[in-house]
């Protein structure tokens, strides 16, 4: 957040995309952001919830602007894991 003008250029921002990036089902033990929430979460959603939220009046700015949010891994029940590690919701 502090780094946001790295985001933004001289014209108005008109596509973003944000890709979840953790994902750590094997992991015994939970990771924790430094605002106390669980790492998946914090960044996958939360995360990535600040930045549009940040980006936003910038983005209005942009004709036909567009913001994705995608997940991969965890976002189709035929290829999780490759079918050898299935996603557990335990916060």
């Known amino acids: 957040v502090q780094n946001l003008k ?19 089902p094997k992991d015994p033990n939970p990771a924790w952001t430094d605002d106390g929430f669980e790492m998946s979460m914090g960044v996958n959603h939360l995360g990535h919830f600040l930045l549009v939220n940040l980006l936003l009046d910038d ?26 590690v299935y996603p557990r919701a335990d916060l």
């Open 59 to 84: 983005m209005k700015k942009a004709k036909n602007a567009r913001c994705v949010i995608v997940g991969s891994i965890t976002g189709n029940t035929n290829t999780v894991g490759g079918g050898l």
């Open 6 to 24: 790295a985001f933004k250029s001289v014209r108005p921002l008109n596509h973003l995309i944000c890709n979840a990036a953790v994902y750590k």
